[in-house]
């Protein structure tokens, strides 16, 4: 490969971190003025024209912060996994099916759970080193949580796996032109939207940070930096989350002004859920996820098989 063509793709990654930053930082705003909205009140009004230059002043203030270590924590360990975490997040991204000057995934949904699996590490070494009991509640809840999801997330893709016979996410372009999958895969779009929300850890599912109860969670000892990559990850993971259910479900990737409408209302669903929906039950969260997602799941990736057999 040439030199150039290096730079050419450093240069394009860069850029696609810096576009992934500034949309999660637009995401943080707009989810604090809908839930403002929402519970009628006013989200942050003051800094910039209608607020849009809070972000930038959370992201100053949090990272100038002084940072705060507890005695008694596994330093090395509890420094690095929000790094760890915020650099998976961003990973992940380079599976965007790109046209032009980018790394292009032949198996780019394999590569997808790899980095989704590995978050879960990121999690649960957070939680464990700070060496506090509400932080290691917080950060087993999230594992299980994660985990249990993870696995009906897999089939719920399988299917779709199924109906274009390759792992490539360029090919859900193709296959789409006609028709969206979301159609004839309406219950399952369901399913894998809702998953979603629970393997990012959002409301109605977010028992690694109920703010009621657990007060934070895993993240419950970090300060400054370290809580703004944890936050900048899961805010990262969410809007992936969104792009993942266009590429499967709504159309696919194509740079058009409609692609991204679609994925500002799938981000907004995010939010609007939250806004709307009390927290699940624990144990009722994980009856979902094996009671109903798992058979659900299971049984459509069986009828698709026959359908893919038979046609």
Avoid: H
Avoid at 29 to 34: A, G, Q, S, T, Y
Avoid at 171 to 189: E, G, N, R, S, V
Avoid at 282 to 301: G, Q
């Amino acid at each position: 490969m040439m030199m150039s063509d290096m730079l050419m793709m450093l240069i394009g990654m860069l850029i696609l971190i810096i576009g992934v930053l500034i949309g999660v930082a637009f995401l943080t705003l707009m989810e604090r003025k809908v839930l403002g909205y929402i519970q009628i009140r006013k989200g942050p009004n003051k800094l910039g024209i209608m607020g849009i230059m809070q972000p930038f002043s959370d992201a100053i203030k949090l990272f100038t912060k002084e940072a705060t270590y507890p005695n008694y924590s596994n330093y090395m360990s509890y420094y690095f996994s929000p790094v760890v975490s915020f650099m998976l997040s961003l990973m992940i991204w380079l599976l965007i099916p790109y046209y032009f000057n980018m790394i292009m995934f032949n198996l780019g949904i394999l590569f997808f759970l790899c980095c989704t699996s590995m978050g879960v590490y990121t999690v649960m070494v957070a939680g464990w080193s700070s060496n506090s009991n509400y932080a290691l509640l917080g950060g087993l809840r999230c594992v299980a949580q994660t985990i249990s999801y993870e696995v009906s997330l897999a089939l719920i893709m399988m299917s779709s796996i199924l109906l274009i016979m390759d792992y490539n996410m360029m090919k859900f372009y193709d296959y789409q032109k006609y028709i969206w999958f979301i159609f004839f895969m309406f219950p399952l779009a369901l399913c894998w939207l809702s998953s979603s929300m629970a393997e990012t850890n959002r409301t109605p599912f977010d028992f690694a940070e109920g703010e009621s109860e657990l007060v934070s969670g895993f993240n419950i000892e970090y300060s400054s930096g370290g809580f703004a990559l944890i936050f900048l990850a899961e805010y990262s993971s969410i809007l992936f989350m969104s792009l993942m259910f266009i590429l499967i479900y709504v159309g696919g990737y194509d740079l058009k002004l409609f692609f991204y409408i679609k994925m500002s209302l799938i981000s907004f669903l995010f939010i609007w859920v939250r806004g709307t929906l009390p927290r699940y039950r624990y144990d009722k969260l994980m009856y979902l996820a094996w009671k109903s997602y798992l058979p659900i799941s299971l049984n459509f990736l069986m009828f698709y098989l026959g359908l893919k057999i038979f046609l």
